[in-house]
């Protein structure tokens, strides 16, 4: 599991591998903490290499997109998200909750 | 056929579980979908134990069972952890707006929705989960 974050003008991309699970959830969260506690609300998730979300990784991204949201500050956007794991957003009733992209560029760009 | 392993109850096994589980639903034919609904479903039923039934990481074991059925895969969950029954978790209704919902609930909801059955025991050895899958 590795967790990196790039910086962009309009927003940060945050890359993950591996699984989004109990064991790797609050690293995750930490590093969105991070980017929230440093003022910066525009986030993409990029989910290229996410074989795995858990309901643990599911409240982590429902967390920080509160936060993002909160008073119109910004909007966490998600990319490369597999269709599995789409299907884990669906039946809780998140689809809706995120714009989801094909690719990491169309989701800077949204920005 | 049948395999059986023993993990540390600790979360850093999930990764580890995942991988055995994946390997019994190879072996009982589960198309891509239905091996990542074992993966999800017993995922989330090994953090519960540990959460739970446990009460932290490093209290007890997870005994695992794969079963081959001719149908599907029989996962059996054994740890010997306080009762802890997933069905009396409260239904996370998935029509609450997410600002209004409890973190808690939506594991166990997804138990149930990706497997084709999910039974829970109580016994005098502890709690014992039994999921199955069909192709």
Avoid at chain 1, 53 to 58: A, E, I, N
Wanted: some cysteine.
């Amino acid at each position: 599991m590795e967790i990196t974050t790039t910086e962009y003008n309009r927003c940060d991309v945050v890359k993950m591998t591996g699984r989004v699970d109990t064991y790797s959830a609050p690293k995750l969260q930490e590093v969105m903490d991070g980017l929230i506690e440093a003022k910066r609300h525009n986030i993409v998730f990029d989910m290229a290499d996410v074989d795995f979300l858990s309901s643990k990784g599911l409240w982590v991204l429902t967390e920080t997109q509160k936060k993002c949201k909160k008073q119109n500050q910004g909007k966490l956007v998600l990319a490369h998200t597999n269709e599995k794991i789409r299907g884990s957003f669906d039946l809780v009733g998140m689809g809706g909750y995120f714009e989801i992209y094909d690719d990491v560029t169309s989701a800077v760009g949204s920005f | 056929m049948q395999k059986n392993a023993v993990f540390p109850g600790r979360f850093e096994s999930l990764e580890k579980i995942s991988v055995f589980v994946k390997a019994a639903a190879s072996a009982a034919g589960l198309d891509e979908y239905a091996t990542y609904a074992v993966e999800l479903a017993v995922d989330e039923a090994c953090s519960n134990i540990i959460e739970h039934a446990y009460g932290a990481e490093d209290r007890g074991e997870i005994e695992c069972d794969c079963i081959v059925l001719s149908d599907g895969l029989k996962i059996i969950l054994r740890d010997t952890g306080a009762p802890f029954d997933p069905d009396a978790v409260p239904d996370m209704d998935p029509s609450v707006p997410l600002e209004d919902r409890d973190p808690g609930g939506a594991g166990v909801f997804l138990m149930h929705k990706v497997m084709d059955s999910v039974e829970y025991r109580f016994t005098l050895k502890g709690n014992i989960l039994t999921m199955v899958k069909h192709k």
